[in-house]
């Protein structure tokens, strides 16, 4: 990865989450990682021509579960 480049975030919630919660997440992890983001939900990427390329270059790096479940939350 290029020093200047995006990091870009696939995400997944049980529930839909507001603008305003990607605007605040956004903004964490640039200030964090000192580098622009880019974020997509799961939902939204059935739309993207970059679908399948995404999905096989994409790493899991927290998942939650459901109690008992061993369900993605």
Same mark, same amino acid.
């Given at each position: 990865?290029?020093? #200047? %480049? #995006?990091? #870009?975030? !696939?995400?997944?919630?049980?529930?839909?989450? %507001?603008? !305003?919660?990607?605007?605040?997440?956004?903004?964490?992890?640039?200030?964090?990682?000192?580098?622009?983001?880019?974020?997509?939900?799961?939902? %939204?990427?059935?739309?993207?021509?970059? *679908?399948?390329?995404?999905?096989?270059?994409?790493?899991?790096?927290?998942? *939650?579960?459901?109690?008992?479940?061993? !369900?993605?939350?």
């Amino acid at each position: 990865m290029r020093a #200047d %480049s #995006d990091i #870009d975030f !696939l995400l997944e919630f049980s529930q839909p989450e %507001s603008g !305003l919660v990607f605007v605040e997440l956004k903004r964490r992890l640039e200030h964090k990682l000192k580098r622009k983001v880019d974020l997509i939900t799961y939902n %939204s990427l059935q739309y993207s021509k970059y *679908k399948d390329d995404i999905l096989k270059e994409a790493k899991v790096i927290d998942e *939650k579960t459901t109690a008992g479940t061993g !369900l993605p939350v």
